[in-house]
């Protein structure tokens, strides 16, 4: 009988941490996408102990990360997100964690926030991860070469239900293999491309994220052969700590708990609309 892994201790610790991870990486997707295209804007800002994100008009990118994780928010602060996002005529959303300090919740309702989405934050220890109990699939999943860039965000771009090439989706896409700190992956069925994700590496920490399998692929074991091989890529250079992020009820939910995952957190985007 195969054992359980032993849970990790999800406290305020491990949220600054994870939560600083994805600021980390998420400032530099921003980079990319303003070298990629200088018209969009994007930029990143500290406020605080936060990080407020603009990938460009709408993008699903514009929020703020880590606020009230190492430190009390004062209304200055909140302030000051809101006027970043003022500036670039977007509406202000702003991360919130359960490890957030409480002033920070309290700042958000007196201010006429409203939850926007929220996301399971799921985690395993790669020290406790076995590899040999993973999917063993044959399907060939291989990290991408620097001229496979727009093979994969078009691989991503065509994943939506109705198999059509999206090119919002490809143009979220495209800066993740370009960022300092990621790299991303293709699988194959027959030869041909399946799906993608992308890995980042940041401080110990592997973000599996931008997961996706076109719609005639789906339900072979593309996903799951995703995450095997981008988790073994990351313990083997020197990761302990795996994350990913879900939304509530998907199947991408039920492929990490299946793989051992553990939800660490439910978090909320607030948002408050741009006034008028």
């Given amino acids: 009988m ?18 600083q991870a994805e600021a980390t990486t998420t400032a530099r997707y921003t980079a990319a996408q303003a ?15 936060g990080l ?15 606020l009230g ?22 509406a202000c959303r702003i991360d919130l964690c359960p490890a957030a300090h409480p002033s920070l919740t309290v700042l958000l309702a007196e201010r006429g926030y409203a939850a926007a989405l929220s996301k399971h934050v799921f985690v395993l220890s790669l020290a406790e991860w076995d590899s040999a109990a993973a999917g063993g699939s044959t399907i060939a999943v291989s990290a991408i070469t620097p001229d496979e860039a727009e093979l994969w965000a078009d691989t991503l771009a065509a994943a939506g239900d109705d198999g059509r090439l999206n090119l919002a989706a490809r143009a979220i896409a495209l800066p993740n293999p370009h960022k300092a700190d990621t790299i ?13 994700g992308a890995l980042a590496l940041v401080d110990g920490v592997a973000i599996c994220y931008s997961t996706a399998v076109r ?33 509530p009820g998907s199947a991408s ?6 793989c051992g995952f553990q939800l660490a957190y439910t978090k909320v985007t607030m948002m408050r609309p741009v006034p008028g």
């Avoid at 195969?2 to 939560?19: G, I, K, Q, S, W």
């Avoid at 070298?35 to 102990?49: E, H, V, W, Y």
């Avoid at 593309?222 to 988790?231: E, F, G, I, P, T």
């Avoid at 939910?253 to 299946?258: D, G, K, L, P, Y």
């Fill in 2 to 19: 195969t054992l359980a892994a032993p849970l990790l201790a999800l406290d305020a610790a491990l949220a600054r941490r994870l939560e």
């Fill in 35 to 49: 070298l990629l295209d200088p018209a969009s804007g994007s930029t990143a800002s500290t406020i605080g102990d």
């Fill in 52 to 66: 407020a994100f603009f990938a460009g008009a709408g993008s699903p990118i514009n929020r703020v990360v880590g």
């Fill in 69 to 90: 994780t190492a430190q009390p928010v004062s209304p200055a602060l909140v302030a000051a997100c809101e006027a970043f996002y003022a500036a670039r005529g977007e």
């Fill in 184 to 196: 991303c992956f293709v699988a194959r069925v027959g030869g041909l491309p399946a799906g993608g």
């Fill in 215 to 247: 719609p005639a692929m789906r339900r072979q074991g593309v996903q799951r052969a995703l995450l095997d091989a981008r988790l073994a890529y990351a313990r083997d250079r020197g990761c302990n700590l795996a994350l990913v992020q879900t939304t």
């Fill in 253 to 258: 939910q039920r492929n990490v708990a299946r």
